[in-house]
């Protein structure tokens, strides 16, 4: 069973990601934030094998969540899942430890595919960003 945070600053969209991931078998959902705040607050208790984090609308503390939980909790895998389709955010979001990038509108399904890639070890971009930029980003992870 692989343990979930999820942090959405949207309830909804919590109780989406919440209600479609433990439906199925094999996630469990430990706990929900809805800034980044409270998220910091809740790994010093708890750290899950996946964090799914929100970029929130003009915060800049998303990626600093993101940099903060890789350096404190190395072995947690970070995804970031976003309504920015931008490959700037992307990339940032690599760069600051992410595993995986998912785009929203790209659906539930390949946010499911995204956890099972980043379990594996693999790195994840979801459409509709390039697969060129993929290649940009692995190569930035090798950098690091």
């Known amino acids: 069973m692989i343990s979930i945070v999820l942090v959405d600053e949207h309830d909804s969209i919590r109780k989406l990601a919440y209600e479609s991931l433990t439906l199925e078998d094999g ?3 430990i706990g929900e934030a809805r800034n980044t705040k ?4 809740m790994l010093e208790i708890i750290q899950p094998e996946v964090l799914i984090a929100d970029l929130f609308t003009n915060n800049p503390d998303s990626f600093e969540l993101v940099r ?3 350096q404190k909790y190395p072995e947690i895998k970070i995804i ?3 309504v920015y389709i931008d490959e700037y955010y992307a990339i940032k979001a690599i760069e600051a430890g992410a595993r995986g990038y998912v785009v929203k509108d790209s659906g539930i ?3 499911k595919t995204a956890i099972r890639e980043v379990m594996l070890g693999h790195l ?3 459409p509709p960003l390039s697969k060129h930029k993929l290649e940009k980003y692995r190569h930035i992870m090798r950098n690091l």
């Open 80 to 82: 970031v899942w976003s």
């Open 109 to 111: 399904d390949t946010l």
């Open 68 to 70: 903060t939980a890789h």
């Open 27 to 29: 996630y469990r959902v």
């Open 124 to 126: 994840f971009m979801g």
């Open 38 to 41: 409270e998220a910091g607050d």
